[in-house]
């Protein structure tokens, strides 16, 4: 049997353990979101450049101002539906960092929790009477950290589903747009 402070030591060392696992968790879930979107900026870059020289072949071969604006009327819808796919990309790369931010600290937390859960239960076995309320706050505040992450994560998952759901509006709306406008030239 182990003393109250042997417990209450191989709790801590278990439980820096535990954060140094989680940051180091977290710390490459960042680092893989991170190359994600400089890898989609880099794209993006590479395109946009290739593009621009393609479009400014295009203008200076433009016989009159007629041709010209007509140019550059045809590249500002592709330009919106580009920009409009960044943005559901990259709003991708969020969503995805987000969940495995969650899976990670869910599973660190729910462990964490079941082994302050077991101490306390331990240390209860030996501790002096009338400390059971002291060791029922422990418990209770235990209990709440784990719903307040609860609710923070739902909270979380809520917000990006909006702009999920906002983003996958707006693509929707696009072509409704381009028909309306099409309808209108005409």
Do not use: C
Not at 33 to 46: C, F, I, M, Y
Not at 157 to 182: G, S, W
């Amino acid at each position: 049997m182990f003393t109250i402070p042997e417990q209450f030591s191989a709790a801590s060392k278990a439980t820096l353990e535990a954060q140094l696992a989680l940051l180091n968790a977290l710390t490459n879930k960042t680092l893989e979101g991170v190359e994600k979107v400089l890898d989609l900026h880099l794209n993006a870059a590479k395109e946009s450049l290739e593009e621009s020289n393609a479009a400014t072949k295009q203008f200076l071969s433009a016989k009159d101002g007629q041709e010209w604006l007509s140019l550059v009327a045809a590249q500002t819808q592709p330009n919106a539906e580009k920009a409009l796919a960044y943005s559901r990309s990259l709003a991708s790369i969020a969503s995805g960092l987000q969940a495995e931010f969650s899976k990670v600290a869910e599973a660190q937390i729910s462990e964490t929790s079941r082994k302050m859960l077991e101490l306390v239960e331990e240390v209860t076995k030996n501790a002096p009477a009338g400390t059971e309320n002291a060791i029922a706050l422990v418990k209770s505040t235990i209990g709440n950290v784990n719903a307040g992450y609860e609710q923070l994560t739902k909270t979380t998952k809520q917000a990006v589903e909006a702009l999920e759901a906002n983003l996958n509006t707006v693509t929707q709306l696009q072509p409704a747009a381009k028909a309306a406008r099409a309808a209108g030239k005409k």
